[in-house]
Protein backbone atom coordinates (compact mmCIF):
# COMPACT_ATOMS: atom_id res chain seq x y z
CA UNK A 1 0.00 0.00 0.00
CA UNK A 2 1.40 3.04 -0.98
CA UNK A 3 1.12 6.54 1.15
CA UNK A 4 0.50 9.61 0.08
CA UNK A 5 0.45 12.97 2.05
CA UNK A 6 -2.16 15.25 2.16
CA UNK A 7 -0.53 18.75 3.14
CA UNK A 8 -4.24 20.77 3.20
CA UNK A 9 -4.10 21.06 7.05
CA UNK A 10 -0.40 20.84 7.81
CA UNK A 11 0.84 22.48 11.38
CA UNK A 12 3.80 24.19 9.07
CA UNK A 13 3.85 26.59 5.94
CA UNK A 14 4.34 24.84 2.99
CA UNK A 15 7.81 25.17 2.40
CA UNK A 16 9.04 23.31 5.22
CA UNK A 17 5.92 20.62 4.80
CA UNK A 18 7.22 19.77 1.69
CA UNK A 19 10.79 19.74 3.07
CA UNK A 20 9.70 17.33 5.59
CA UNK A 21 7.95 15.34 3.22
CA UNK A 22 10.72 14.78 0.69
CA UNK A 23 12.63 13.82 3.73
CA UNK A 24 10.66 11.10 4.51
CA UNK A 25 9.67 7.85 3.04
CA UNK A 26 6.40 8.52 1.74
CA UNK A 27 5.25 7.80 -1.98
CA UNK A 28 3.50 10.80 -3.64
CA UNK A 29 2.45 14.45 -2.46
CA UNK A 30 -1.05 14.90 -2.71
CA UNK A 31 -1.84 18.55 -3.74
CA UNK A 32 -5.58 19.45 -2.97
CA UNK A 33 -6.69 22.30 -4.99
CA UNK A 34 -10.08 24.11 -4.64
CA UNK A 35 -11.35 27.10 -6.52
CA UNK A 36 -14.58 27.91 -4.67
CA UNK A 37 -16.65 26.36 -7.99
CA UNK A 38 -16.91 22.45 -6.88
CA UNK A 39 -16.70 23.12 -3.20
CA UNK A 40 -16.99 26.13 -1.46
CA UNK A 41 -13.58 26.77 -0.59
CA UNK A 42 -10.37 27.90 -1.91
CA UNK A 43 -6.66 26.10 -1.86
CA UNK A 44 -3.42 27.71 -1.91
CA UNK A 45 -3.12 29.63 -5.09
CA UNK A 46 -1.09 28.37 -8.04
CA UNK A 47 1.47 30.75 -7.07
CA UNK A 48 1.90 29.26 -4.02
CA UNK A 49 2.03 25.92 -5.65
CA UNK A 50 4.99 26.72 -7.16
CA UNK A 51 7.23 25.65 -4.46
CA UNK A 52 6.13 22.03 -5.61
CA UNK A 53 8.78 22.54 -8.33
CA UNK A 54 11.13 22.08 -5.67
CA UNK A 55 9.92 18.83 -4.71
CA UNK A 56 11.44 15.35 -5.12
CA UNK A 57 8.59 12.95 -5.07
CA UNK A 58 5.85 12.54 -7.50
CA UNK A 59 2.62 14.28 -7.26
CA UNK A 60 -0.64 12.52 -6.99
CA UNK A 61 -2.96 16.23 -7.72
CA UNK A 62 -6.89 15.92 -6.69
CA UNK A 63 -8.54 18.87 -8.33
CA UNK A 64 -11.90 19.49 -6.42
CA UNK A 65 -12.77 21.97 -9.45
CA UNK A 66 -15.62 22.59 -11.85
CA UNK A 67 -13.11 23.16 -14.77
CA UNK A 68 -10.39 20.56 -14.59
CA UNK A 69 -9.02 21.65 -18.11
CA UNK A 70 -8.33 25.08 -17.05
CA UNK A 71 -5.41 24.13 -14.60
CA UNK A 72 -4.07 21.05 -16.85
CA UNK A 73 -1.05 23.23 -18.04
CA UNK A 74 -0.16 24.46 -14.96
CA UNK A 75 -0.08 20.93 -13.52
CA UNK A 76 1.70 19.64 -16.28
CA UNK A 77 4.70 21.93 -15.36
CA UNK A 78 5.10 20.05 -12.13
CA UNK A 79 6.08 16.29 -11.12
CA UNK A 80 2.67 15.34 -11.70
CA UNK A 81 2.14 11.60 -11.74
CA UNK A 82 -1.60 11.42 -11.64
CA UNK A 83 -4.75 13.66 -11.86
CA UNK A 84 -7.51 13.38 -10.88
CA UNK A 85 -11.10 15.31 -11.37
CA UNK A 86 -14.54 14.58 -9.37
CA UNK A 87 -17.23 12.36 -11.28
CA UNK A 88 -19.83 15.30 -10.02
CA UNK A 89 -18.12 18.31 -10.96
CA UNK A 90 -18.24 18.05 -14.70
CA UNK A 91 -19.91 16.97 -17.76
CA UNK A 92 -17.22 16.08 -20.55
CA UNK A 93 -15.61 13.25 -18.61
CA UNK A 94 -14.15 11.85 -22.12
CA UNK A 95 -12.86 15.19 -23.15
CA UNK A 96 -10.51 15.12 -19.93
CA UNK A 97 -9.99 11.93 -19.71
CA UNK A 98 -8.26 12.83 -23.42
CA UNK A 99 -6.42 15.64 -22.54
CA UNK A 100 -4.85 14.51 -19.64
CA UNK A 101 -3.89 11.66 -21.55
CA UNK A 102 -2.14 13.52 -24.04
CA UNK A 103 -0.03 15.89 -21.57
CA UNK A 104 1.30 12.47 -20.63
CA UNK A 105 -0.28 12.42 -17.05
CA UNK A 106 -2.46 9.53 -15.22
CA UNK A 107 -5.71 10.42 -14.87
CA UNK A 108 -7.97 9.49 -11.92
CA UNK A 109 -11.58 10.38 -11.14
CA UNK A 110 -13.19 11.19 -7.38
CA UNK A 111 -16.30 10.04 -6.30
CA UNK A 112 -17.82 11.70 -3.58
CA UNK A 113 -18.97 9.37 -0.45
CA UNK A 114 -22.73 9.42 -1.78
CA UNK A 115 -21.90 8.44 -5.15
CA UNK A 116 -22.14 4.86 -6.61
CA UNK A 117 -19.12 3.10 -8.11
CA UNK A 118 -21.16 1.67 -10.87
CA UNK A 119 -21.58 5.45 -12.63
CA UNK A 120 -17.36 4.84 -13.47
CA UNK A 121 -18.03 1.96 -15.45
CA UNK A 122 -17.82 3.89 -18.72
CA UNK A 123 -14.63 5.51 -17.65
CA UNK A 124 -12.70 2.62 -16.25
CA UNK A 125 -10.88 1.34 -19.24
CA UNK A 126 -10.32 4.91 -19.98
CA UNK A 127 -8.20 5.55 -16.59
CA UNK A 128 -5.57 5.08 -14.38
CA UNK A 129 -6.81 5.70 -10.85
CA UNK A 130 -10.20 5.79 -8.92
CA UNK A 131 -9.96 7.89 -5.80
CA UNK A 132 -12.76 6.99 -3.30
CA UNK A 133 -13.69 9.90 -1.19
CA UNK A 134 -13.72 8.53 2.93
CA UNK A 135 -15.26 12.04 4.13
CA UNK A 136 -16.50 14.82 1.90
CA UNK A 137 -14.13 17.11 -0.30
CA UNK A 138 -13.21 20.28 0.92
CA UNK A 139 -11.73 20.01 4.13
CA UNK A 140 -9.00 18.08 6.62
CA UNK A 141 -9.63 16.32 9.68
CA UNK A 142 -12.93 15.01 9.25
CA UNK A 143 -13.98 11.58 9.87
CA UNK A 144 -13.54 8.47 8.05
CA UNK A 145 -17.19 7.47 7.15
CA UNK A 146 -17.57 4.08 7.97
CA UNK A 147 -19.72 2.47 4.59
CA UNK A 148 -16.47 3.34 2.39
CA UNK A 149 -14.89 0.21 2.73
CA UNK A 150 -17.66 -1.80 0.86
CA UNK A 151 -17.50 0.59 -1.64
CA UNK A 152 -14.21 -0.33 -1.90
CA UNK A 153 -14.97 -4.02 -2.34
CA UNK A 154 -17.28 -3.24 -4.95
CA UNK A 155 -15.05 -1.19 -7.60
CA UNK A 156 -12.39 -4.04 -6.81
CA UNK A 157 -15.21 -6.65 -7.87
CA UNK A 158 -16.07 -4.28 -11.22
CA UNK A 159 -12.44 -3.91 -11.68
CA UNK A 160 -9.61 -6.02 -10.95
CA UNK A 161 -6.65 -3.94 -12.32
CA UNK A 162 -7.66 0.00 -11.84
CA UNK A 163 -5.69 1.67 -8.86
CA UNK A 164 -7.81 2.15 -6.05
CA UNK A 165 -6.76 5.33 -3.63
CA UNK A 166 -8.94 6.47 -0.65
CA UNK A 167 -8.84 9.96 0.68
CA UNK A 168 -10.25 11.46 4.25
CA UNK A 169 -10.03 10.29 7.49
CA UNK A 170 -7.17 7.83 7.52
CA UNK A 171 -4.98 6.79 10.93
CA UNK A 172 -3.58 4.22 12.35
CA UNK A 173 -7.31 2.60 12.86
CA UNK A 174 -9.11 3.43 9.87
CA UNK A 175 -6.25 2.35 7.55
CA UNK A 176 -6.82 -0.90 8.85
CA UNK A 177 -10.43 -1.00 7.14
CA UNK A 178 -9.06 0.10 3.62
CA UNK A 179 -7.93 -2.15 1.09
CA UNK A 180 -7.02 -0.05 -1.63
CA UNK A 181 -3.69 0.28 -2.98
CA UNK A 182 -3.08 3.92 -2.40
CA UNK A 183 -4.00 6.05 0.86
CA UNK A 184 -4.20 9.70 0.94
CA UNK A 185 -3.28 10.90 4.83
CA UNK A 186 -3.29 14.04 5.53
CA UNK A 187 -3.58 15.50 9.22
CA UNK A 188 -2.01 12.27 10.87
CA UNK A 189 0.70 12.82 9.21
CA UNK A 190 1.19 16.48 8.77
CA UNK A 191 -0.30 17.62 12.19
CA UNK A 192 2.79 15.63 13.77
CA UNK A 193 5.61 16.61 14.89
CA UNK A 194 7.13 13.41 13.62
CA UNK A 195 6.09 12.86 10.37
CA UNK A 196 7.90 9.51 9.67
CA UNK A 197 7.06 8.15 12.80
CA UNK A 198 3.23 8.44 12.08
CA UNK A 199 4.34 6.92 8.30
CA UNK A 200 5.43 4.35 9.90
CA UNK A 201 2.70 4.10 12.48
CA UNK A 202 0.82 3.39 9.20
CA UNK A 203 2.90 1.01 7.29
CA UNK A 204 2.99 -1.27 10.34
C1 LIG B 1 -10.38 16.56 1.67
C2 LIG B 1 -9.07 16.34 0.98
C3 LIG B 1 -8.15 15.43 1.67
C4 LIG B 1 -7.74 15.88 3.05
C5 LIG B 1 -7.40 14.66 3.83
O1 LIG B 1 -11.15 17.29 0.80
O2 LIG B 1 -9.30 15.78 -0.30
O3 LIG B 1 -7.03 15.11 0.87
O4 LIG B 1 -6.66 16.76 3.07
O5 LIG B 1 -7.12 15.05 5.13
P1 LIG B 1 -7.36 14.08 6.37
O6 LIG B 1 -6.42 12.92 6.21
O7 LIG B 1 -7.04 14.97 7.51
O8 LIG B 1 -8.78 13.64 6.33
ZN1 LIG C 1 -7.60 15.06 -1.44
Redesign the pocket.
Request: no cysteine; glycine share 24%.
Given at each position: MKISA?F??SNYNLEDTIKYLDNSSIDFI?V?FMDNTFVPYESLSLKDLEVLKKSKKDLDV?L?VNNPLKYLSFFSKLNTKYLTFHYEAVNNHLEIIDKIKKANIKVGIAINPETAVNVLNPYLDLIDLVLI?S?E??????QFISNIPTKIDELRKLDKKILISV????NKDTIKLVNTDIV?????ICKSNNFEERINSLRS
Open positions: SLSHDHMMVPGRGGQDGGIVVGSY
